[in-house]
């Protein structure tokens, strides 16, 4: 009898804790003085340690984002490009745009056929779907800038991991098989990444001779040694001899640029974000603009409620994003008006609180970008108060597909992140913008959305997420969990998430993420629900890492994504 009531007890007790995800949820990492969080536990610990000799969160950023081109190779990089948002104890702020320019040889039409039609893959995989990476320039643009310990300590962690090797988890190994097929097409790339054709195993070894010789050049000559010296020559040979378009003008004459974040508020929370070329900042403002009327606090997580308002808001925040936003440095983006709340409270005028607005009724004219979902995030605070939020890419899962001979790196496939063709279909199922045409030197649209969030004027709460589109839609819902649910910051990444991007006019949610009751009652209220998911990488949505810091204690509480094996370190 005392054994069938135990059983009986747990089941009400598995059933009940799988009606609230988040419950069963580990605590956040505390640390007293400084905190790293990133997707992976040897990027946070280098993070630390630059701390813990005396060096900044900028300079802490650097190191984690080397370390990162080593250990996590599908986004982590050197050829690829980014943003770094900065807000520093003393209440400054800057946003450092490091992403990758279209090469200036580049043409409106160089992905079509003779007959006018996109041509498969083209802008994908190869030589010719890198546009001019950013990263080092953006780096070292920070440090310039922010740091304070020299350049040459800050990519020493990561020539150490290239040279003598990592142990490989069974997550990384098992990213890395997902992308075999693409891996496997480029002869060096399959050597160095699939040992060609001997697959490594979880807890081998990794080493990366090529890549560790690359570091030690840039370590010691600077980073335009990535642009002008060995390392530059060693990319334009694979240019040359592929048919690639990037040229040693491309690679010479490229700079980051220096933005002003944009700023909005959600229920006496400030928010701090990334400016265009990143859509994600102006998405992420909009909706918040719109939930303050709804009011998500009164309502139950994830019941019909909680979603209807949200997906709602997602359509027409989505729908802006296509028609508006673009690389402001060719064409004028309406920022504050879009971000502010007279056009928030314009666009909740159009919602039906009963059911759902058909997406082809918003907006319609044009329509939204595509993007590919493999990005990484970190989040980084210091002793002083400075913090980091920055995500960078190499666009698509191992960017490109090819890695540079001789210099050990992979190049982006950026070029992708392009408008093609205007009035296609792409990869996942959706019409593309005239805003995002290829023109030589612009910079692609992007939704990567590094946020900071402040309470009473001071820091709260540092994300960002990887997953292409569904970057804004996942930076949202976690800052949602943390303010409206009360979620410590864990529990706001873990909880299950969903995505509306206007077009399709389909909900994705992950596994487990959604009762059939929720589902059924959303359904009768309009709402349409993916068959299965449209992003080639996971059924699961985002990689955020992120940083709370608790008010009452200053106490930093990090907390990574569980669905990638992130992991946060502090001190």
């Known amino acids: ?56 969160a900028i300079d802490a950023s650097v190191a984690v984002a080397f370390a990162l081109a080593v250990i996590w190779p599908e986004a982590g990089n050197l050829g690829g ?112 990444f699939l040992r060609d054709g001997k697959h490594y195993q979880p807890g081998e070894r990794f080493t990366q001779p090529e890549l560790a010789k690359t570091l030690v050049r840039i370590q010691q000559q600077g980073a335009r040694e990535f642009y002008e010296g060995e390392t530059a020559e060693l990319i334009l040979k694979e240019m040359k001899e592929n048919g690639g378009t990037i040229t040693a003008r491309d690679l010479k ?20 974000t990334m400016p265009p070329p990143s859509s994600g900042g102006i998405a992420l403002i909009e909706m918040l603009n719109m939930l303050e009327s709804f009011k998500l606090s009164s309502t139950e997580f994830h019941s019909a409620a909680h979603f209807h308002p949200l997906i709602e808001i997602m359509k027409r925040a989505f729908a802006d994003r296509a028609v508006f936003v673009g690389d402001p440095d060719f064409v004028t983006v309406p920022v504050e008006r879009l971000i502010s709340k007279e056009h928030a409270l314009a666009a909740i005028n159009t919602l039906d609180s009963r059911k759902a607005t058909p997406s082809t009724k918003i907006n319609p004219a044009t329509i939204p970008l595509k993007e590919s979902g493999n990005t990484t995030h970190f989040t980084v605070m210091d002793p002083d108060g400075n913090i980091v939020a920055n995500t960078f890419t190499l666009n698509d899962g191992f960017g490109s597909g090819v890695t540079v001979r001789g210099a050990g790196f992979l190049l982006n496939n950026e070029m992708d992140d392009f408008t093609s063709k205007p009035g296609t279909l792409n990869f996942y199922g959706l019409m593309q913008s005239e805003l995002n045409a290829i023109a030589p030197w612009k910079r692609p649209l992007s939704s990567m959305t590094p946020v900071i969030v402040l309470k009473d004027g001071k820091p709260f709460l540092a994300l960002g997420s990887a997953g292409g589109p569904t970057i804004i839609s996942v930076v949202t819902q976690v800052i949602l969990n943390v303010i409206d649910f009360s979620m410590n910051v864990q529990q706001a990444v873990d909880a299950p998430r969903f995505h509306h991007q206007w077009m399709p ?12 009751d929720t589902q059924r009652a959303l359904e009768l209220r309009g709402h349409k629900f993916a068959q299965k998911s449209f992003f080639r990488d996971t059924d699961y949505l985002g990689d955020v890492h992120a940083i709370l810091i608790d008010p009452r204690t200053g106490t930093r509480l990090g907390a990574s994504d569980p669905r990638r094996g992130g992991a946060p370190a502090g001190y």
């Open 505 to 516: 006019d389909e909900i994705y949610f992950e596994p487990f993420g959604l009762n059939k």
């Open 81 to 192: 490009g980014g943003f770094m948002l900065i807000r520093k104890a003393d209440g400054t702020e800057e946003a450092i745009d490091y992403r990758e320019r279209a090469p200036l040889a580049a043409t409106r039409d160089m992905y079509l056929d003779s007959k006018g039609n996109v041509i498969e893959n083209a802008s994908m995989i190869g030589y010719r779907a890198s546009a001019v990476p950013g990263t080092v320039a953006g780096l070292t643009l920070a440090l310039q800038r922010h740091g304070k310990m020299r350049w040459t300590e800050l990519i020493e962690p990561a020539r150490k991991l290239a040279e003598e090797g990592f142990i490989l988890s069974a997550i990384t190994v098992e990213r890395t098989l997902k992308y075999e097929k693409i891996l496997s097409s480029f002869p060096e790339t399959k050597r160095i």
């Open 253 to 272: 004459e490229y700079e980051p640029t220096l933005r002003k974040p944009i700023h909005g508020t959600y229920c006496g929370y400030e928010i701090i």
């Open 1 to 56: 009898m005392h054994m069938k009531r135990a059983v009986l007890v747990f089941f009400i007790l598995v059933f009940f804790l799988s009606s609230f995800p988040f419950a069963a949820s580990r605590r956040p990492l505390e640390g007293k003085q400084a905190m790293v969080a990133s997707v992976h536990e040897l990027a946070s610990r280098v993070g630390v340690e630059i701390m813990q000799k005396g060096g900044n």
